[in-house]
C-alpha cells in the first residue's frame, strides 16, 4: 500500500513538473544580426504555454550588453495571438563594430538575442602604414600579373598583333604602342577599381580610419593608387633583389696588366710582361 501511494505521489510530481516545464517557454530573435548606425531592427520575444502560444503576456525588455550601442523603443510589449511581443532596436550614430544583447523575461524565465552595431568586415578594419604599404604592393603586382597574361594570351592573334602589337617591338609604330598602353591602362583600372577595391571592398581610405568617407570616393582612390603602382612594381622588385635574374646586368670583365720577374738560383731573369683578362 505505502509503495502504491509513493508510486501515486511521484507519478503527480513527474506531472506537475511537465506541466512547469510546458508553461512558459519563451524565446527571443533578432531580425537582422547587424543594422549600421541609425537603422533599427525588431527584438521578438514569442512565449508558449503547454505547446500553444501565449496571448496578452507582458514580457520586459532591456539592454543587458552594449549600452553605448544602442536603445529600445520600449522596455514592456504585449504578446499578441501568435505569443510574440515585439520592440524595436536603433543603432546609436557614431559607434563601430559594437555588439549589444537584448535580454527578454517573463515570469521568471528569459532569453537573449544579440546584434552588431555598424559592424566592419575584415577588410574595412584599420591596419598600420607599413602593412597598408605591403598590400598596395601586392594588390599592384597582382593587377600587373594579370593584365600581362591576358595581354600575352591575346599576342596569338593576328587582328590583336595588328591592333596592338607590343610596345618593346622595335617595328612598333607610336600609334600602335599608344593603343597597348591604353589597353593596359583600361584592363588594370577594371581590375584594381571595379573588382578589387568595388567587388572586394579592398578600400585604402576605410583601412586607415576614414570610415565617413563616401565608398565611391574610397573605391576610386584605391582603384587608381593600385592602377598607378602596377606598372611600376615589377622594377621595384627587381630593385629590392626580388626581380628575375635575366634583369641583371651583364659581367664585365676585369682585365689585369703587370710586369713579371724571374729569380732563381740568385740569377735573375729577364723581365716577362704578362696581360690578360678575367670575369
Known amino acids: 500500500m505505502d509503495n502504491c501511494r509513493r508510486g501515486w505521489e511521484l507519478s503527480v ?3 506537475a513538473l511537465l506541466m512547469v516545464s510546458g508553461c512558459g517557454r519563451l524565446s527571443v530573435t ?12 525588431q527584438i521578438t520575444a514569442t512565449v ?10 507582458q514580457v520586459e525588455f532591456r539592454v543587458v550588453d552594449g549600452f553605448e550601442c544602442g536603445a529600445l523603443s520600449a522596455n514592456q510589449a504585449p504578446t499578441n495571438e501568435m505569443g510574440m511581443a515585439t520592440v524595436n532596436f536603433t543603432g ?26 555598424n559592424k566592419l568586415p575584415l577588410t574595412s578594419l584599420r591596419i598600420d602604414g607599413v602593412s597598408l604599404l605591403v598590400l598596395i604592393l601586392l594588390a599592384s603586382f597582382a593587377v600587373d600579373r594579370v593584365v600581362r597574361a591576358v595581354l600575352f594570351l591575346l599576342g596569338f592573334l593576328p587582328v590583336w598583333r595588328r591592333l596592338a602589337p607590343d610596345p618593346d617591338d622595335p617595328t612598333t609604330t607610336y600609334q600602335a604602342a599608344q593603343r597597348h598602353r591604353l589597353v593596359y591602362a583600361l584592363m588594370s583600372g577594371g581590375l584594381a577599381i571595379g573588382v578589387l577595391s568595388w567587388l572586394g571592398k579592398v578600400r585604402v581610405l576605410t583601412a586607415l580610419g576614414f570610415t565617413q568617407v563616401d565608398p565611391l570616393i574610397d573605391t576610386l582612390f584605391t582603384g587608381l593608387l593600385v592602377m598607378g603602382g602596377a606598372d611600376r612594381v615589377e622594377s621595384l622588385m627587381q630593385k629590392l633583389g626580388a626581380g ?19 729569380e ?16
Open 13 to 15: 510530481c513527474f506531472f
Open 244 to 262: 628575375s635574374a635575366a634583369g641583371a646586368p651583364p659581367a664585365t670583365p676585369v682585365e689585369i696588366t703587370g710586369h713579371l720577374r724571374i
Open 48 to 57: 508558449s504555454s503547454g505547446g500553444e502560444p501565449a496571448a496578452e503576456q
Open 92 to 117: 546609436n550614430m557614431g559607434v563601430e563594430d559594437c555588439r549589444a544583447t537584448v535580454e527578454a523575461s517573463i515570469e521568471g524565465e528569459s532569453g537573449r538575442a544579440s546584434l552588431f552595431v
Open 264 to 279: 732563381e738560383s740568385g740569377k735573375s731573369g729577364g723581365g716577362l710582361d704578362v696581360k690578360g683578362t678575367t670575369s
Open 30 to 41: 533578432a531580425q537582422k544580426t547587424a543594422v549600421n548606425e541609425g537603422e533599427f531592427t
